[in-house]
């Protein structure tokens, strides 16, 4: 089945650690996205990548790292700088930037 | 002022009502808009989307005003299982190619 895969899918981190979230997708879709979602808020845009190499920092890209060598993967790294990290943490694909974007199930990162 | 506008809610109906979601957005030249529907700790998942005037998909349909900037989504005879978070989204276009999405009204259909 096509779809995109977000793992783990709970995580918690350490004071001053680096952690990775992973995100494939087998949809063969050209643009990636990164988002976060805190209780009771809308989706707030992290990262994106609309072709292979290249990415654009969203509205909230301080204290996260991203890459895209490959076409299916758009990990995300949140660092030891984003002070605030706990949050429910979304990623989608789109075949084109105008087109609806699909959401894996998400990873739930908390602070230990 | 939001980029994309909605009620938060809740709203409270009963089974087999019908109901309204208003969405205003600012961005006039915003072409392509969605409805993203969100149970609770779930990812969104797509329900609708609206490129011209409207678009119907069963119990539900979809309009969009140019003029007054504003999407809305009716819900007839509602069951339990539409019960959740309704997310109105525009495609901003032009060079930045994002998204924006609204934060939702909460839709809570009762027995």
């Known amino acids: 089945d096509g779809g995109i895969t977000q793992s783990p899918k709970y995580l918690f981190r350490k004071e001053g650690q680096n952690v990775t979230l992973s995100c494939e997708q087998n949809?063969?879709?050209?643009?990636m996205y990164w988002y976060r979602q805190d209780p009771g808020q809308g989706l707030r845009l992290i990262y994106y990548?609309?072709?292979?190499?290249?990415?654009q920092k969203g509205d909230i890209a301080e204290g996260y790292s991203v890459s895209r060598e490959k076409k299916e993967s758009f990990p995300l790294t949140v660092t030891s700088a984003q002070k605030n990290p706990t949050a429910f943490y979304l990623c989608?694909?789109?075949?084109?930037?105008?087109?609806?974007?699909?959401f894996g199930d998400g990873t739930r990162l908390s602070i230990l | 002022r939001k980029e994309v506008e909605q009620d938060p809610g809740p709203f409270n109906v009963p089974e087999g009502a019908t109901v309204a979601f208003n969405c205003t957005y600012s961005?006039?030249?915003?072409?392509?808009f969605f409805w993203y529907r969100q149970d609770c700790r779930k990812e969104p998942k797509l329900l609708m989307s609206?490129?011209?005037s409207g678009n119907e998909d069963g119990r539900f349909t979809a309009q969009l005003n140019r003029a007054s900037q504003y999407i809305s989504l009716l819900i007839r005879d509602s069951k339990l299982s539409d019960s959740a978070t309704y997310l109105c989204?525009?495609?901003?276009?032009?060079?930045?190619?994002?998204?924006?999405f609204g934060t939702g009204t909460l839709l809570a259909v009762q027995p």
């Open positions: 609206v490129y011209s």
């Open positions: 989608a694909s789109s075949i084109r930037g105008n087109q609806p974007q699909h």
């Open positions: 990548s609309q072709i292979v190499n290249d990415f």
């Open positions: 949809l063969n879709h050209d643009a």
């Open positions: 989204v525009s495609w901003d276009g032009g060079a930045t190619n994002k998204l924006i």
């Open positions: 961005n006039s030249a915003s072409q392509s």
